[in-house]
């Protein structure tokens, strides 16, 4: 079976640096996700790994250990915008590009 | 970019109705999309994997009679609710899937469907 871990809820300061940790147990791996929800929408795309190490896309930073199973997501200079759940998925090697999800990460920015 | 539509954006039904729900993807074609459903507050839960000119593939625990899938263009596919009770009110997201190194999926905005 497939398990993926991330915490229920974070809060961090509106300017400050936040991670969001994910672990995970599945049967096999074929890349990583992390994905943006705002409440009532669909989720966007914001990073993928697959190899070992960190991925910088602006104010976000994803990095991959396969080794550990465990991800994180960094989010730097903190929007008030930047409210959302953040769900980590994995793409399982012997599906067919099926993503398991976690139950997503809840952050609220406060001023 | 890559831009998936997802209609109607919310729908109201009397029980024992049917409701028919489109995924297309605008700006790429998509061999393979797939049906999410969303609880408030938990996270996705992948229904099905709707394949173009193929079978769709169900997850275990969903009814694939009840929930009923048509791929039938590389463009769209569609997703019937068939004789809808209350329990099946829920936020329901459809993604396509856009090929390269990375084979990302791309969700479309969801449906939210209330059945009274």
């Known amino acids: 079976g497939q398990n993926i871990d991330q915490p229920t809820e974070m809060t961090a300061t509106e300017g400050a640096i936040v991670q969001i940790n994910c672990t995970y147990q599945?049967?096999?791996?074929?890349?990583l996700f992390w994905y943006q929800q705002h409440a009532g929408e669909a989720p966007t795309f914001l990073s993928y790994?697959?190899?070992?190490g960190l991925e910088e896309k602006g104010r976000f930073s994803s990095f991959l250990s396969r080794s550990k199973g465990y991800s994180y997501l960094l989010l730097k200079e903190l929007q008030m915008k930047d409210s959302a759940s953040y769900l980590c998925?994995?793409?399982?090697?012997?599906?067919?590009?099926?993503?398991?999800f976690g139950t997503g990460t809840r952050l609220t920015v406060i001023p | 970019g890559a831009v998936v539509s997802q209609h109607p954006s919310r729908v109201i039904c009397k029980s024992g109705t049917s409701v028919k729900i489109e995924c297309r993807s605008l700006?790429?074609?998509?061999?393979?999309m797939f049906w999410y459903r969303q609880f408030p507050k938990q996270s996705l839960m992948l229904m099905a994997t709707?394949?173009?000119?193929?079978?769709?593939?169900?997850e275990q625990g969903v009814e694939k009679d009840k929930f009923l899938i048509n791929h039938a263009s590389l463009t769209l596919s569609t997703l019937t609710v068939t004789s809808a009770h209350p329990e099946d009110s829920s936020f329901y997201i459809c993604?396509?899937?856009?090929?390269?190194?990375?084979?990302?999926?791309?969700f479309g905005p969801g449906t939210r469907l209330t059945v009274l």
């Open positions: 993604s396509a899937l856009r090929g390269g190194p990375s084979a990302t999926q791309y």
């Open positions: 599945t049967s096999g791996f074929n890349g």
């Open positions: 790994n697959v190899l070992d």
């Open positions: 998925a994995v793409r399982d090697q012997t599906g067919a590009n099926n993503l398991f």
């Open positions: 700006d790429f074609q998509a061999t393979t």
């Open positions: 709707s394949n173009e000119g193929s079978k769709a593939t169900y």
